[in-house]
């Protein structure tokens, strides 16, 4: 893509009232734009790094078995009355609405009520089980702090998977996979050796659920990590009892800050019970469907690389959610510049790599510099007078701090031998 053609542009200042570094650094990029507090719309550089991470997700959750569907937003009163979950004194976050009739409606917050209902429609028998269904679907929670950028908003995508087994053994089977993948996700989005499974309080069914928390200080959980294991426990759980029960040592375990960016929980027939979910055993008994919640929230975990990932300067996206792998910017106006700039974001596009290309006249070296770090591509490839002299472009990495000359074919090489797959 050619900046110029870019409709979005790099800014000096985030809105004053921004506390957060990934709202700033993702603002001042023109990744997003801030509607209000709590609610941000995605821009083409920041749809692209999005959609990037939600096909992660969804290939890890189809290689676990998982069906894609989307539900609805709004929702019916009597879908949640039976859970007891409509009632704002319980759920303190709703978003409702009216119809012109008066009848009351929500914005749903989660959907396992609809979709355990849903359920009931296909799975009667043995036969019909396991399943899991998963979404990317927007939820809308009246969040009562909202000053984490996207990491805690208002209307946010999540990826909520349920899934529906005959019996806890059956669920547990699925449950330990999903561990597997959720770990497989963190670590293809760039913060795999940030992120920690760590027990949380698990509700009536499960001792414990799990979350996968990420270390940063922008994050409002506490969590104590056990580094040599890889696993953590949540503030919320934390006693004597509990970290005897798993087997580690108080002393070892290090007290920091950390974001939710994934959680799987257990949810035992607390659902199929109230909204009717039912199958017919081998032996003709009749029994609730087991089941289980598996979220994720890609914005978030947008945030989260921002937060973890950057420097002064600015983003320094891992290449698997950069917006374009490569940076070329083209300095001054020279016709043999401008000839050979282009060429190579011809060739490079041709090769089927992402480009951005800084074709955007009258700004200074200084300026197009200064938006390369702040938009953060893993590549950054100067074609300037003095590079063609020196016999090439200059190759710099973003999380490095050098650059060094190339011929425009190494690079092209250099690209082509560390292309994942
Ligand atoms: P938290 O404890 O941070 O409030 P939660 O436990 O309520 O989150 P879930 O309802 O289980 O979260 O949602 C699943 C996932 O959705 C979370 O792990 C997180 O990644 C994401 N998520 C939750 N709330 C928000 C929000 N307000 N904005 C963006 N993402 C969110
Ligand atoms: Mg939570």
Redesign the pocket.
């Known amino acids: 893509m050619k900046q110029s053609h870019l409709f979005t542009k790099t800014r000096k200042e985030a809105p004053a009232d921004e506390a957060s570094r990934n709202a700033e650094l993702l603002i001042k990029g023109g990744f997003i734009h801030k509607e209000m507090a709590?609610v941000y719309s995605y821009l083409p550089l920041g749809l692209r790094v999005f959609n990037k991470i939600v096909q992660i997700i969804r290939e890890e959750m189809n290689a676990l078995g998982g069906q894609e569907i989307v539900l609805s937003a709004l929702q019916e009163k009597a879908t949640w009355e039976p859970t007891n979950r409509w009632s704002d004194d319980v759920v303190d976050n709703w978003f409702k609405t009216k119809l012109k009739n008066d009848t009351e409606l929500g914005l749903g917050?989660?959907h396992e009520e609809p979709l355990t209902k849903l359920m009931s429609e296909y799975i009667s028998s043995y036969r019909d089980l396991p399943k899991s269904a998963y979404q990317f679907q927007t939820?809308f929670?009246n969040?009562t702090r909202?000053k984490?950028g996207?990491?805690?908003?208002?209307e946010?995508?999540?990826?909520?998977l349920y899934s529906f087994s005959q019996d806890e053994a059956q669920h547990m089977e699925f449950y330990e996979r999903s561990k597997e993948a959720y770990k497989k996700v963190f670590k293809r989005v760039g913060i795999g050796h940030l992120t920690y499974m760590t027990f949380a309080s698990g509700g009536i069914f499960s001792q414990y659920s799990h979350?996968?928390q990420t270390v940063t200080g922008a994050g409002?959980?506490t969590i104590y990590i056990d580094e040599s294991k890889g696993i953590a426990i949540n503030k919320e759980v934390y006693t004597d009892e509990v970290i005897a029960s798993l087997g580690l040592e108080k002393d070892k375990l290090v007290e920091t800050r950390a974001?939710?960016?994934?959680?799987i929980?257990t949810l035992g027939t607390r659902f199929s019970t109230a909204l009717g979910l039912k199958y017919t055993t081998e032996s003709g008994e009749e029994k609730d469907v087991f089941m289980g919640?598996y979220?994720?929230?890609?914005?978030?975990?947008m945030?989260t690389i921002v937060e973890v990932l950057s420097d002064d300067k600015g983003i320094i996206w891992p290449e698997a959610v950069a917006p374009f792998r490569v940076h070329i910017l083209e300095l001054g106006d020279s016709e043999e510049v401008i000839k050979e700039a282009t060429t190579l974001y011809e060739s490079l596009t041709a090769a089927g790599i992402e480009v951005l290309f800084d074709d955007r006249v009258g700004l200074s070296a200084g300026e197009k510099f200064a938006d390369a770090d702040l938009l953060g591509m893993p590549y950054r490839v100067v074609v300037s007078t003095r590079s063609m002299k020196d016999g090439g472009v200059e190759v710099k990495k973003r999380s490095e701090g050098k650059g060094h000359i190339m011929k425009t074919a190494e690079f092209l090489s250099l690209l082509t031998d560390t292309t994942e797959k």
Not at 150 to 154: A, D, H, P, Y
């Open positions: 709590g917050f989660t939820k929670r969040e909202a984490s996207i990491m805690r908003t208002r946010f995508v999540m990826k909520d979350e996968f409002e959980d974001v939710e960016v994934g959680n929980f919640s979220g994720i929230g890609p914005g978030r975990l945030g």
